[in-house]
C-alpha cells in the first residue's frame, strides 16, 4: 500500500485551516502517514526523509492565486535536492472563494513541478469556501469529498475532486 507523507504548505500552518484538512485525511486513509510543516528551516530535513514514501500529499491555501510562498521556497529547495526514487504528489488545496475552480492555477502551477522534475502526478482535492466550510452544517460535504479523495490517493489514482458550499 505504500506510505504517505503529508506536507502542509500554509504559512500558518500550526493554525491553519490547512492543518484540520490534513486531520480529516488522515482519519479517512489507511495507509501509514507522517504529518508535517513546512518552515524556513526544515527544507533539508523533509528532503531527507521523502525517500521513506511512496506518496506525497500537498496541502495548502491559495495565496494571490497561486501556491504560498512556504510551498514554493521548498519546492525550488526539492528541485536542487531530489530524493533517489520519486513518490507520487497529490494535491488538496483550499480557497476563500466560494468557486473551487479558483485554486486551478495553483494547481497547475504544482502539475508544472511534477512534469519538469519526473514525480508523478496523484489526484487533486479543490475546495472552495475553505475557510468557512469547515466551520458550516456543509462540513459533511468537504468530509465526503475527503473520503473519496483519500481512497484515490491510496489507489494511485490520478483524479481531479471538488466541493464548495452549495450557495448562490
Known sequence: MGRLMILNGSPR?????SRRYAQLFCD???METMYADITRTNHQTLCAQIDRFSHVLLVFPLYADGIPVTLLNFLKFLE?????????VSVLVNCGFLEACQN????RMVELFCRQNRYPLGSVLKIGSGEAILDSPFRVLAARKIRRFAKSVVRGEQRTFEVTMPLP
Open 13 to 17: 500552518a500550526p493554525r491553519s485551516n
Open 28 to 30: 479517512n486513509c489507511p
Open 80 to 88: 536542487t535536492h531530489p530524493p533517489h526514487s520519486r513518490p507520487t
Open 104 to 107: 486551478d492555477v495553483a494547481v
